[in-house]
């Protein structure tokens, strides 16, 4: 590209701020020019049509993929849920906030505790299911923006182009030779300058959707950010009241049982006092009384006398015996020695 030519974009660029373009977009506004044939009286009416038709697609394509993203219904489902936790404990008369402000035992507290919990549980699950649809749908948004930003700008260059090539046209009028050539030139003009027009009504339309995918993304957003809040926020805090509540009970009872502990503790002390003065008094009496009594020593000491006289006996017999035993035996050695009965003497 020669540098006169370069400096025509240029100015088309610079006159046309609208447009926002650069000298980047000098070679896509040139490939535009290039689809403009003044001798094909079709090319105008295709010129631009695949951007025109993709701009008309997102703004089906958004219909279609959020039809099913109700922020009504994720709304619905939040004031349901905080309803929920704050009349779970309603009387027909009083309502609470709290039901556990009654006096309650644990095992009717848990069991109050148990069937709103799996009932939360299920809301919990639907936030989560909407929390989830809504990033899903501000991804996708984002998408479109980026998709739209890019149709955005290339319906910037064929406009460029296209007010270059009625430029290019315009000058060549003045070489028409005659009424119906000059004629066929300003229909041209005409369309090219109607299809201008078109594609700045597109361009206006992207500019508007533009703003209507950042509101929605930020719908979505904060929808989810208040979803956020209770799933992590309002949900566990209402179950901490509850483990509280629990707690609290658990430590009446704790302290009812301390107090019985103590009534039982001070019963067993004075019993434990009384028991042991009666033994004290006991062992006292059983300590002045002598151990032995002199009559049972008295009999001792005979049973042993008469012990020792009858050991005394006992042993004499024996040793008379043995005696005869000896002589018996030495008259048998003599018998054997001699062969012959000794007799006695």
Same mark, same amino acid.
């Given at each position: 590209?020669?540098?006169?030519?370069?400096?025509?974009?240029?100015?088309?660029?610079?006159?046309?701020?609208?447009?926002?373009?650069?000298?980047?977009?000098?070679?896509?506004?040139?490939?535009?020019?290039?689809?403009?044939?003044?001798?094909?009286?079709?090319?105008?009416?295709?010129?631009?049509?695949?951007?025109?038709?993709?701009?008309?697609?997102?703004?089906?394509?958004?219909?279609?993929?959020?039809?099913?993203?109700?922020?009504?219904?994720?709304?619905?489902?939040?004031?349901?849920?905080?309803?929920?936790?704050?009349?779970?404990?309603?009387?027909?008369?009083?309502?609470?906030?709290?039901?556990?402000?009654?006096?309650?035992?644990?095992?009717?507290?848990?069991?109050?505790?148990?069937?709103?919990?799996?009932?939360?549980?299920?809301?919990?699950?639907?936030?989560?299911?909407?929390?989830?649809?809504?990033?899903?749908?501000?991804?996708?948004?984002?998408?479109?923006?980026?998709?739209?930003?890019?149709?955005?700008?290339?319906?910037?260059?064929?406009? @460029? =182009?296209?007010?270059? &090539?009625?430029?290019?046209?315009?000058?060549? $009028?003045? *070489?028409?030779? /005659? #009424?119906?050539?000059?004629?066929?030139?300003?229909?041209?003009?005409?369309?090219?300058?109607?299809?201008?027009?078109?594609?700045?009504?597109?361009?206006?339309?992207?500019?508007?959707?533009?703003?209507?995918?950042?509101?929605?993304?930020?719908?979505?957003?904060?929808?989810?950010?208040?979803?956020?809040?209770?799933?992590?926020?309002?949900?566990?805090?209402?179950?901490?009241?509850?483990?509280?509540?629990?707690?609290?009970?658990?430590?009446?009872? @704790? =302290?009812?049982?301390? &107090?019985?502990?103590?009534?039982?503790?001070? $019963?067993? *002390?004075?019993? /434990? #006092?009384?028991?042991?003065?009666?033994?004290?008094?006991?062992?006292?009496?059983?300590?002045?009384?002598?151990?032995?009594?002199?009559?049972?020593?008295?009999?001792?000491?005979?049973?042993?006398?008469?012990?020792?006289?009858?050991?005394?006996?006992?042993?004499?017999?024996?040793?008379?015996?043995?005696?005869?035993?000896?002589?018996?035996?030495?008259?048998?050695?003599?018998?054997?020695?001699?062969?012959?009965?000794?007799?006695?003497?």
């Amino acid at each position: 590209m020669n540098k006169d030519k370069e400096i025509e974009y240029l100015k088309v660029i610079a006159d046309n701020p609208t447009l926002e373009l650069d000298a980047a977009d000098i070679p896509k506004i040139e490939s535009s020019i290039a689809e403009l044939n003044s001798n094909d009286i079709n090319s105008i009416t295709k010129y631009g049509l695949d951007t025109q038709k993709k701009m008309a697609e997102i703004s089906q394509v958004m219909i279609n993929n959020l039809n099913n993203s109700s922020i009504d219904e994720v709304d619905d489902t939040l004031k349901e849920t905080i309803s929920y936790l704050y009349g779970i404990d309603s009387d027909d008369n009083d309502r609470r906030i709290l039901f556990w402000k009654r006096k309650n035992d644990t095992v009717a507290i848990r069991k109050k505790y148990d069937q709103a919990s799996k009932n939360v549980d299920q809301i919990a699950k639907a936030l989560e299911d909407h929390q989830v649809r809504l990033i899903r749908d501000c991804a996708f948004l984002n998408q479109m923006y980026d998709m739209n930003q890019e149709y955005f700008r290339q319906a910037g260059i064929k406009i @460029a =182009a296209l007010k270059m &090539k009625t430029d290019e046209i315009r000058s060549k $009028r003045s *070489l028409a030779e /005659n #009424a119906v050539e000059d004629s066929w030139i300003n229909n041209i003009i005409d369309r090219l300058e109607r299809k201008a027009v078109e594609l700045e009504l597109s361009r206006t339309i992207s500019m508007q959707q533009a703003s209507q995918i950042r509101m929605l993304q930020t719908n979505f957003a904060i929808m989810a950010d208040k979803l956020q809040s209770t799933l992590y926020s309002t949900i566990p805090l209402w179950k901490n009241q509850i483990i509280l509540a629990l707690g609290a009970e658990h430590a009446r009872q @704790a =302290a009812v049982t301390d &107090k019985s502990i103590n009534e039982m503790t001070n $019963r067993l *002390l004075i019993r /434990n #006092a009384e028991n042991l003065k009666m033994v004290t008094a006991e062992t006292q009496r059983a300590a002045g009384d002598a151990s032995i009594d002199p009559k049972t020593l008295a009999e001792t000491n005979r049973l042993l006398i008469e012990s020792l006289d009858e050991v005394a006996r006992i042993q004499s017999e024996n040793k008379s015996k043995r005696d005869d035993v000896e002589r018996e035996l030495e008259r048998i050695g003599q018998e054997m020695k001699f062969g012959v009965l000794l007799e006695d003497n």
